[in-house]
């Protein structure tokens, strides 16, 4: 695993890891720090989207997951307030979202109520986590 996924998985899994921009001013001069930086808000947000699928009861649902190469799909709506987030990532990045065990709790509780095809994608990608 590359230096970017290692800092975003440091960052994820770590609560005590600040990684202040005023702190470490030189590192993120570093394209992949900043990129790694860019992953995790991204990750950690869908992060609490997903969990809010647990916290909120009927909030928030879990549409699809697809798999198309090496980039996943997961598309969330939100009944409070009507929308729709589509996420893309890649299967490295899936892999360490699924490293949070409510997370992945979470989506093999959603296979039952999924469509097939979202069952199908989730039972690999949850086999291989």
């Known amino acids: 695993m590359d230096?970017?996924?290692?800092?975003?998985?440091?960052?994820?899994?770590?609560?005590?890891?600040?990684f202040?921009?005023?702190?470490?001013?030189?590192?993120?001069?570093?394209?992949?720090?900043k990129r790694a930086v860019r992953i995790y808000r991204h990750l950690r947000s869908l992060e609490r989207d997903l969990l809010a699928l647990h916290d909120t009861s009927g909030a928030v649902r879990l549409e699809a997951v697809d798999c198309e190469g090496d980039q996943m799909?997961?598309?969330l709506t939100f009944a409070e307030r009507r929308g729709?987030?589509?996420?893309?990532?890649?299967?490295?990045?899936?892999?360490?979202?699924?490293?949070?065990?409510r997370v992945s709790d979470?989506?093999?509780?959603?296979?039952?109520?999924?469509?097939e095809d979202t069952q199908r994608v989730l039972r690999e990608s949850l086999a291989i986590a």
């Open 3 to 18: 230096l970017t996924y290692k800092i975003v998985r440091r960052l994820l899994r770590d609560d005590d890891v600040k």
């Open 20 to 33: 202040s921009r005023n702190r470490n001013f030189e590192a993120f001069e570093d394209a992949r720090v």
């Open 73 to 75: 799909t997961v598309r």
């Open 84 to 101: 729709l987030r589509v996420s893309y990532l890649t299967r490295r990045e899936w892999l360490l979202l699924l490293e949070n065990e």
């Open 106 to 115: 979470i989506l093999r509780q959603l296979m039952a109520v999924a469509g």
